[in-house]
């Protein structure tokens, strides 16, 4: 299920000398924001921090304890921004660079507060995990690839708002919850924050099928605690 969706950054392509295709190079969005902010344009860093400060916070809550830690951790992180802009070259995209920091030294601070583990160290789980039938989701010639194929029957007689109450949506928050780290890290910014697969690759480090399977697990293992929960409220309706 996904819960937003976003286009892709653009691509180019220019061949170079000698070569007649040349590797896509990826637009970054924020290309003119950041060209305002080497100039130390203050009210660029104001709509930086707004466009980012309230995603930074979610993602540094899946590390830490709780939202004061979050917090300091976010703050830390605009504090880094702005030492280090003078040496960002450019080799990913403002964003991912400003997410890579926040996340760095949020699992810093989540494993001293033995909350988490390293990434890198679970970053294939799952890899001994049966695959998941490709039917479970729409393939790309459907109208929304890589989307959950329409639900069983039985969804059918539930009301709209059953689907969208808040005790729904706090399952699937606990399914996610539950999952293993790199599982729970994908779906988190794929289909909560709007990721799409090339940033949540270069945040990661992960490779695009690694990404594609981990993507796949997390959402059938989400589906099928939700599954659950509505074939029992239909018995017991």
């Known amino acids: 299920m996904k819960l937003q969706t976003r286009a892709a950054p653009t691509l180019v392509r220019a061949a170079p000398p000698g070569c007649s295709v040349a590797p896509a190079v990826t637009l970054d969005p924020d290309a003119e924001l950041l060209a305002r902010l080497r100039r130390g344009d203050e009210r660029a860093f ?14 540094a809550l899946w590390h830490v304890r709780d939202r004061q830690a979050a917090e300091e ?3 830390e992180t605009w504090l880094a921004v702005i030492q280090g802009l003078d040496r960002f070259e450019g080799r990913s995209t403002l964003k991912t660079w400003l997410f890579r920091i926040l996340t760095n030294r949020a699992k810093t601070r989540g494993e001293r507060e033995a909350r988490s583990v390293p990434f890198s ?4 789980d799952g890899d001994d995990e049966p695959a998941v039938s490709a039917d479970r989701f729409q393939g790309p010639d459907g109208q929304y690839p890589g989307h959950w194929a329409a639900p069983p029957a039985t969804w059918e007689t539930l009301p709209d ?29 794929r289909d909560i924050e709007g990721w799409d697969a090339d940033e949540v ?4 480090g992960l490779s695009h099928g690694n990404q594609r399977v981990l993507l796949h697990r997390a959402r059938s293992k989400v589906r099928a605690a939700l599954e659950r929960y509505l074939a029992d409220e239909v018995i017991s309706a």
């Open 73 to 75: 951790v976010v703050q």
């Open 201 to 204: 690759c270069d945040l990661l």
């Open 121 to 124: 160290a679970v970053a294939d």
């Open 161 to 189: 708002v059953r689907l969208l109450s808040q005790e729904t949506l706090r399952l699937v928050a606990d399914a996610i919850e539950l999952l293993p780290l790199a599982q729970r890290s994908v779906i988190r910014l």
């Open 46 to 59: 104001r709509t930086l921090v707004e466009r980012h400060h309230s995603a930074l916070l979610r993602v």
